[in-house]
């Protein structure tokens, strides 16, 4: 079964960066990306960032300015590119999207509104 998967989560000090990856498990399928989500231990799951269809990003208040969400059409991926991370965002991250099967003739739906199963982000000294 084709998943979404997480990466680049980690570890990294107080005004680091980190940059997570979302992707589908395997190569001839494709994702369009609804949101990054983030689950801290206590805590409700928060919304990080969301795209639309037409591309339009939003971020939480929380994020903006530091947290970019970009797309790399090479890797057919969505990367979360973090910087001057604070202790208060470690979490789980999440990315939610619809997952499609490409061939030549056309794009199929394969799954909607997937999610992956996490990447451990931890900003501590």
């Known amino acids: 079964q084709v998943q979404l998967v997480e990466s680049g989560g980690g570890l990294v000090q107080p005004g680091g960066s980190l940059r997570l990856s979302c992707a589908a498990s395997?190569?001839?399928?494709?994702?369009?990306?609804r949101g990054w989500y983030r689950h801290a231990p206590g805590k409700q799951r928060e919304l990080v960032a969301t795209r639309t269809a037409d591309g339009s990003i939003t971020y939480a208040d929380s994020v903006k300015g530091r947290f970019t969400l970009s797309r790399d059409n090479d890797k057919h991926t969505f990367s979360l590119q973090m910087n001057s991370l604070k202790p208060e965002d470690t979490a789980v991250y999440y990315c939610n999207a619809d997952i499609l099967f490409i061939t030549d003739a056309a794009t199929w739906p394969y799954e909607s509104d997937s999610w992956g199963q996490g990447t451990q982000v931890t900003v501590a000294s």
């Open positions: 395997e190569s001839s399928f494709r994702i369009n990306l």
